[in-house]
């Protein structure tokens, strides 16, 4: 069994930076490819992006590639999403999972084993 706990969410500007953070309970975290998904109001929940289970491959949606960074220190059971040059079509739910499926298997949006409850961010204009 995986806990998973987000924070880090905020009310921003356009332009600032955020830094969210998923805190996993257990002893297997390093076996699992970890990634981030997001809901905004009124839309289906989407991949944002994946981390393999080293942290070596990382994998993003079109919309965030090059301003979001996704990583993982496996020491301290942590993933991390940075996200540079926030927009307001960033505003969503930001969600964790960790699958024991590959990143290939989690951009398709399937085979999570376990989510965290969110984490809210906004992003005013």
């Known amino acids: 069994q995986v806990q998973l706990v987000e924070s880090g969410g905020g009310l921003v500007q356009a332009g600032d930076s955020l830094r969210l953070s998923c805190a996993a309970s257990?002893?297997?975290?390093?076996?699992?490819?970890m990634g981030w998904f997001r809901q905004a109001p009124g839309k289906a929940r989407e991949f944002v992006a994946a981390?393999?289970?080293?942290?070596?491959?990382?994998y993003y949606t079109d919309s965030v590639k090059g301003r979001f960074t996704g990583s993982r220190d496996n020491a301290k059971n942590t993933v991390y999403l940075q996200m540079n040059s926030l927009k307001p079509e960033d505003t969503a739910v930001y969600y964790c999972?960790?699958?024991?499926?590959?990143?290939?298997?989690?951009?398709?949006?399937?085979?999570?084993?376990?989510w965290g409850k969110g984490t809210l961010v906004t992003v005013s204009s």
């Open positions: 999972a960790a699958s024991m499926r590959d990143i290939a298997t989690m951009v398709q949006g399937r085979g999570m084993d376990y």
């Open positions: 257990g002893r297997t975290f390093s076996t699992y490819t």
């Open positions: 981390i393999s289970w080293s942290g070596s491959i990382t």
